[in-house]
């Protein structure tokens, strides 16, 4: 069964600095899905970025970018330039691209910005 | 932009009472997603459901049920709530067919508490 390991159950980054989470995974798949949802605290759960695997390139979202290792089977999320706002609950997710399968979700990491 | 509704957004209730959480989605997708979590804390898949008159279980046992009798509605019931209820639920919907992306949208949950 797949499984999505986040090593940093909370981090805190200074305002305008640069924050990394991690993000693991393992599967048997080759072709897949990854994501990360950011959920602020009492709001909605939203989709800050998606990774395809058969694509080399890394995903970027404006001060969101990811580092996408197939090999290390790991998928980090740098933001760059914090800001308050990023301060939530961030989940990576897994989906493998073939068959009827819902997310598989990592246990989040609470990142805190300080002003 | 996702549009995914759950109503309703706040429930205090009494044990005992028999409970019908709703979600919403006009986005035509043909999958839909129950969690579970508390604040703060990891998603639990309770149930899902990949088309009309299709659910299944999810990986956390729950004494909740759910129907698909319309492609955009996805209803979730408790016969009898108790205090173990008491969490939050979060309904997301996702595309279903060649060329989805495997995203999740998320709705803004329902907070529950049985007192």
């Known amino acids: 069964a797949q499984t999505v390991t986040q090593s940093q159950p909370e981090m805190s980054v200074q305002e305008a600095e640069t924050v990394t989470l991690s993000c693991t995974y393992d599967?048997?798949?080759?072709?897949?899905?990854l994501f990360w949802y950011k959920q602020p605290p009492s709001r909605q759960m939203i989709l800050v970025i998606r990774?395809?695997?058969?694509?080399?390139q890394n995903a970027t979202e404006n001060r969101f970018s990811v580092n996408f290792q197939k090999a290390a089977k790991s998928f980090s999320l740098k933001i760059s330039d914090s800001q308050l706002g990023d301060a939530a609950m961030y989940f990576c997710?897994?989906?493998?691209?073939?068959?009827?399968?819902?997310?598989?979700f990592g246990k989040g990491t609470r990142l805190s910005v300080i002003a | 932009e996702a549009d995914i509704y759950q109503t309703p957004r706040y429930l205090v209730i009494g044990t005992g009472k028999k409970i019908t959480l709703e979600c919403s989605q006009t986005?035509?997708?043909?999958?839909m997603y129950w969690y579970q979590q508390d604040p703060g804390m990891e998603l639990h898949l309770i149930h899902y459901?990949?088309?009309?008159?299709?659910?299944e279980k999810g990986d956390l046992s729950s004494e909740s049920t759910v129907s698909r009798i319309r492609t955009e509605h996805f209803p979730l019931t408790l016969e009898s709530a108790r205090p173990s209820h008491t969490s939050q639920y979060l309904c997301?919907?996702?595309?279903?067919?060649?060329?989805?992306?495997?995203?999740?949208?998320f709705g803004p949950g329902t907070r529950l508490l049985v007192l």
């Open positions: 997301a919907s996702s595309e279903y067919g060649t060329g989805e992306k495997g995203t999740q949208y």
């Open positions: 986005m035509g997708h043909d999958k």
């Open positions: 997710a897994y989906r493998r691209k073939a068959g009827n399968t819902p997310l598989v």
């Open positions: 599967t048997s798949e080759s072709d897949y899905y």
């Open positions: 990774q395809e695997a058969y694509k080399q």
């Open positions: 459901s990949y088309g009309v008159n299709s659910t």
